[in-house]
């Protein structure tokens, strides 16, 4: 079956073809999870809202002028979700105490890691995880966060500096 | 850990991510076969994205069930019931309309009453003139009461006058044109009266003239031995 493009498919679901908005969610899911991770630096709650992002997404969808713009636009619903989040159950503090936390044993060098990129600040945690979560492409997260390729491969330069600074600094020790 | 090399973190960062083009790639390569410091930084850093990409694979591996459990979460019934846009709209359009009617009921227009019209305008005429009276007050901070007491009386006069003026305007207005209407008046019963003064000579006219054939008639009988005795 031929691929409908993006805003065939708006179009459809702005029609009241519901069904139309199952292929949108299997095409921008991934990424909407992905951004909701890097900002709230845990999978759990980035499921909950990443959920919630693509339901607001359909419930808005008339509101989405440009149609083709749907990926970057449930992007941004979904970034904006996350953050509120981020202020309402302050994550970034319990983040910072799970950096400082002992890990269990075999886990150890993944939490810290995981912990790590939670302390980041936003503007490096977003392409980060963007680029090594899916695929690393860099055109990719450019596409999506709407930014060009060198302000990607900047961001990610010091995000990758950032990160071995947290992970061999002073509050990383024993 | 020794430290890398100055200026040496940013380009090993940009090797590591493919960033630099053939020559800063091959000067980097360089560098670090030569600085055990700059290698152990590389390392670090590759590590670091490893397990970054270990991490990345972790979530992709239920993306599928995650993905059917939030179309489960979007094609929920409860989920369905949203206000379409216009529902909205409609919904404050009966609204605007019930509240229009129920305000309708209570301030529909009556007859007008000239009287209660005319003690109206001259309310508001006063609370104008009290207005204007207070705002000079205020203004004329400096001036004496006494000269506030006669500005005030000359503004109400003034008013007064106005007033006066616009009524007479309005007698005026009102007067010339009942003269109008009583001069059309007449005109018309002129009018009829000539019609009617019309109306009776063609009847006595008509009626001359049915009288006049038996006139001729019984002229011949008269006329008769006149004629034979021609």
């Keep these: ?174 | 850990m020794n430290e890398p090399c100055e200026n040496m973190p940013e380009q090993i960062a940009d090797y590591l991510l493919g960033a630099l083009d053939e020559q800063g790639r091959q000067a980097v390569a360089s560098h670090l076969e030569t600085c055990p410091a700059c290698r152990a930084y590389l390392q670090a850093l590759q590590d670091h994205e490893q397990t970054l990409v270990a991490l990345g694979e972790q979530i992709a591996a239920g993306m599928d069930e995650r993905e059917e459990r939030v179309l489960e979460a979007v094609n929920r019934p409860g989920r369905r019931h949203r206000v379409l846009p216009w529902g909205k709209w409609a919904v404050a359009a009966a609204l605007i309309m019930a509240s229009g009617i129920a305000i309708g009921r209570f301030t529909s227009p009556r007859p007008i009453d000239a009287e209660r019209l005319k003690a109206e305008v001259q309310r508001a005429v006063l609370a104008d003139v009290n207005r204007r009276v207070n705002t000079a007050l205020a203004k004329a901070a400096d001036q004496t009461a006494e000269d506030m007491r006669i500005m005030a009386t000359q503004l109400a006069a003034g008013s007064k006058a106005m007033m006066n003026a616009r009524l007479a305007e309005l007698i005026d207005l009102i007067e010339t044109a009942r003269r109008t209407d009583r001069q059309r008046v007449a005109d018309a019963l002129m009018q009829i009266e000539l019609s009617r003064q019309d109306d009776r000579n063609q009847i006595a006219a008509s009626l001359r003239s049915l009288a006049t054939p038996a006139a001729e008639l019984s002229v011949p009988d008269q006329q008769a031995p006149t004629s034979t005795n021609n």
């Design chain 1, 1 to 174: 079956m031929e691929q409908q493009c993006d805003s065939e498919l708006v179009m459809a679901v702005c029609r009241g073809e519901r069904a139309a908005y199952a292929p949108l969610v299997r095409r921008h899911y991934k990424h909407v999870l992905l951004v909701c991770v890097a900002v709230l630096g845990n999978v759990h709650d980035a499921e909950d809202v990443a959920q919630e992002a693509m339901i607001k997404g359909l419930e808005k969808i008339r509101q989405l002028k440009e149609r083709d713009q749907f990926g970057p636009w449930v992007v941004k619903i979904a970034r904006n979700l996350s953050i509120n989040l981020l202020r309402r159950k302050a994550i970034v503090e319990r983040g910072a105490e799970r950096a400082t936390s002992a890990p269990s044993a075999e886990n150890e060098s993944r939490e810290d890691v995981q912990a790590a990129v939670a302390r980041l600040p936003l503007d490096l945690r977003l392409p980060l995880v963007m680029y090594y979560f899916d695929g690393r492409s860099v055109k990719t997260v450019a596409e999506k966060l709407n930014v060009s390729t060198s302000g990607v491969y900047s961001k990610l330069r010091a995000a990758l500096r950032e990160l071995h600074t947290i992970l061999t600094g002073p509050g990383e020790e024993p």
